[in-house]
Antibody, heavy 119, light 107 residues
Framework: QVQLQESGPGLVKPSGTLSLTCAVSGGSISSNNWWSWVRQAPGKGLEWIGEVYHSGTNNYNPSLGSRVTLSVDRSNNQFSLTLSSVTAADTAVYFC????????????WGQGTLVTVSS | EIVMTQSPTTLSVSPGERATLSCRASQSISSNLAWYQQKPGQPPRLLIYGASTRATGIPARFSGSGSGTEFTLTISSLQSEDFAVYYCQQSNKWPTSFGPGTKVDIK
């Protein structure tokens, strides 16, 4: 059973950088899957942030522009999200999730971690 | 970007009754549509993918149908654990996108 667990600071200052890591257990990050981040602002719907493959190939939601960077750490079986120049609008629960092939549904999700942007 | 819409926003149903949720895509997405269930404080749970294939462990009372731009999730007989928010997601055209959700609550 694949499990994903997000970790990182729960509070980030405006204009700062949000950094989160998703640890994968019960499976290999080098499997034939894409690994994504999805966020959910309080009381709102789901927004896909981006995805990364174990090779390091990545795709980002154009709505977030160049603020997003995803990376993979194969040695520790984890992947990471960095979001720069954050504002209050980036306050959300951030989920990591496993996709199948590129552009696919998500079959496993982490529990999510709340990140608040506030001074 | 493909825009997904869902209706109704809220659906009030009595336990044991049938619930029918709709999802519409702004352009054809073939059958590349998934449904998720989300309860408060929990991540989304995959119910249906490929518009009509139940995910592992999902009860048979959940069924999905549709193709192109119109899709339906049906819960044949609502159980207490089914009261939640349901989202659809298209994976036909990049970037993937989700609908705004339908909340199913107790009537």
């Amino acid at each position: 059973q694949v499990q994903l667990q997000e970790s990182g600071p729960g509070l980030v200052k405006p204009s700062g950088t949000l950094s989160l890591t998703c640890a994968v257990s019960g499976g290999s990050i080098s499997s034939n899957n894409w690994w994504s981040w999805v966020r959910q602002a309080p009381g709102k719907g789901l927004e896909w942030i981006g995805e990364v493959y174990h090779s390091g190939t990545n795709n980002y939601n154009p709505s977030l522009g160049s603020r997003v960077t995803l990376s993979v750490d194969r040695s520790n079986n984890q992947f990471s999200l960095t979001l720069s120049s954050v504002t209050a609008a980036d306050t959300a629960v951030y989920f990591c999730a496993r996709g199948g092939k590129w552009l696919d549904h998500f079959d496993y999700w982490g529990q999510g971690t709340l990140v608040t942007v506030s001074s | 970007e493909i825009v997904m819409t869902q209706s109704p926003t809220t659906l009030s149903v009595s336990p044991g009754e049938r619930a029918t949720l709709s999802c519409r895509a702004s352009q054809s997405i073939s059958s590349n549509l998934a449904w998720y269930q989300q309860k408060p404080g929990q991540p989304p749970r995959l119910l249906i993918y490929g518009a009509s294939t139940r995910a592992t462990g999902i009860p048979a009372r959940f069924s999905g149908s549709g193709s192109g731009t119109e899709f339906t999730l049906t819960i044949s007989s609502l159980q207490s654990e089914d009261f939640a928010v349901y989202y659809c997601q298209q994976s036909n055209k990049w970037p993937t996108s989700f609908g705004p959700g339908t909340k199913v609550d107790i009537k």
